[in-house]
């Protein structure tokens, strides 16, 4: 069984920052990519960052760029987003997510989905 689990997600007054984290199971995830999409209400998933397998090459959201940053850990098999200077636009379940192919992951269909976590930025 593989399992993608997000925490770090919560309530933030805009400006603030989030770490949100994904803790991977069941396999190593290591040589897959990764990425980070988010869902606001009414709204469809939309990327918000992704990361190659060795961690060497980023893609961010034009809407997150400069304020959020994605990484990994290949030793805890975890994904990381620091989100800083977060704005009520920000407000969406956010997912973790991974697939052995970067083009997946930027097609918005990768093979695992974490559950989401819940953020919320107040004005």
Partial sequence: QVH???????????????RLS????GRDFSSYAMG??????????????AINWSGGWTYYADSVKGRFTI????TKNSLYLQMNSLKPEDTA???CAA???LDH???VIPDYWGQGTQVTVSS
């Fill in 99 to 101: 697939d052995l192919s």
């Fill in 22 to 25: 994904c803790a991977a199971s």
């Fill in 71 to 74: 990484s990994r850990d290949k």
């Fill in 93 to 95: 379940v956010y997912y």
């Fill in 4 to 18: 993608l689990v997000e925490s770090g997600g919560g309530l933030v007054q805009a400006g603030g920052s989030l």
């Fill in 105 to 107: 992951i930027m097609r």
């Fill in 36 to 49: 980070w999409f988010r869902q606001a209400p009414g709204k469809e998933r939309e990327i918000v960052a």
